[in-house]
């Protein structure tokens, strides 16, 4: 059974924003509304329903603010949707906030859209939690499972072609078998834990609730090559568990990196799995609370 910081509530709060050309972004809450914004870069094809470290969130003075990424959930596509567009749309988003700093949490395929918001100049700090890494890179590709290499070079190779047959292929209920393949025990037993498995599965239906397009395109994105993550000035916190037996998240426990971004900070639990991001909940919100402190 999770320790009980582990259970998931659902969102206090849901809110909406009309973007400049109409698009609808949406987002879930939970914590302080006039706390320091935390916005957290979900997994793959999770809406913003399932968040984490709700029962520290106020303690910290945190407002966690988990985005449904266009053509996920409640957020309407972007068919052209690339890093340089979350980009801009979370721009928008944090006018609207009105509250700086902010910092951001990216998790599993959400990685590479807080790293972007970091290169953008949005965020103050962030938190990397059992991330997919840049797999495209060449010091990692040769590191990748035989069947990841062969997705990360058909994406590169034929972008189109990859995100159509995947749009055409993927849905809530086999990434959730796939998740759980690909799970170590572990993370199995919490993530098919009672009420933390069917929340977790109802933030894949509801990402799915669109149409699988909208995961297909993350997908791409996220296979491709990303921004230069060396021009990243921000402090960066890459959290892995290494129990973690996923074959798309780092091959390396991002040690590579670590060596990539100019103030990285690693650690490595050897007793915590890829669900380390509801695990050591705490410890991840409070050294990113951190940032902004010193």
């Not at 890179?137 to 058909?154: A, K």
């Not at 190779?157 to 572990?186: K, N, T, Y």
Request: charged fraction near 20%; charge should be negative; glycine fraction near 10%.
């Amino acid at each position: 059974m999770p320790i009980p910081s582990v259970f998931p509530t659902p969102p206090e709060r849901q809110s909406t924003l009309q973007l400049p050309d109409t698009r609808t972004l949406a987002w879930s809450e939970w914590g302080p509304v006039d706390g320091i914004p935390v916005l957290f870069c979900t997994g793959a094809a999770m809406s913003g329903s399932l968040g984490f470290g709700m029962a520290f969130l106020r303690d910290l003075d945190l407002r966690l603010i988990a985005i449904d990424r266009p053509g996920l959930g409640r957020s309407d596509p972007h068919p052209a949707k690339t890093l340089s567009s979350w980009v801009a749309d979370i721009r928008v988003l944090l006018r609207s906030l009105a509250r700086c700093p902010v910092l951001a949490v990216g998790f599993s395929q959400g990685a590479p859209f807080a790293l972007a918001l970091a290169g953008g100049g949005l965020v103050a700090g962030l938190a990397i939690v059992s991330g997919q890494d840049e797999l495209a890179h060449p010091d990692l590709l040769p590191r990748l499972h035989p069947e990841v290499r062969g997705m990360v070079e058909t994406a590169r190779a034929d972008p189109v072609g990859f995100e159509c047959q995947f749009a055409q292929m993927a849905s809530a209920e086999g990434l959730w078998r796939l998740i759980i393949a690909m799970s170590g025990e572990q993370d199995r037993r919490l993530y098919e834990s009672e009420g933390f498995g069917a929340a977790y599965r109802q933030c894949l239906e509801e990402g799915f609730a669109q149409g699988s397009a909208g995961y297909a395109r993350d997908l791409v994105n996220a296979l491709g090559l990303w921004l230069v993550v060396e021009e990243i000035t921000v402090p960066v916190d890459l959290w892995y568990g290494a129990l973690d037996t996923s074959t798309v998240h780092s091959p390396d426990f991002g040690e590579t990196l670590a060596a990539r971004l100019p103030h990285a900070t690693r650690t490595v639990d050897p007793v915590a799995g890829g669900s380390i991001l509801w695990t050591r909940a705490g410890d991840i919100l409070g050294r990113l609370r951190s940032r902004v402190d010193s």
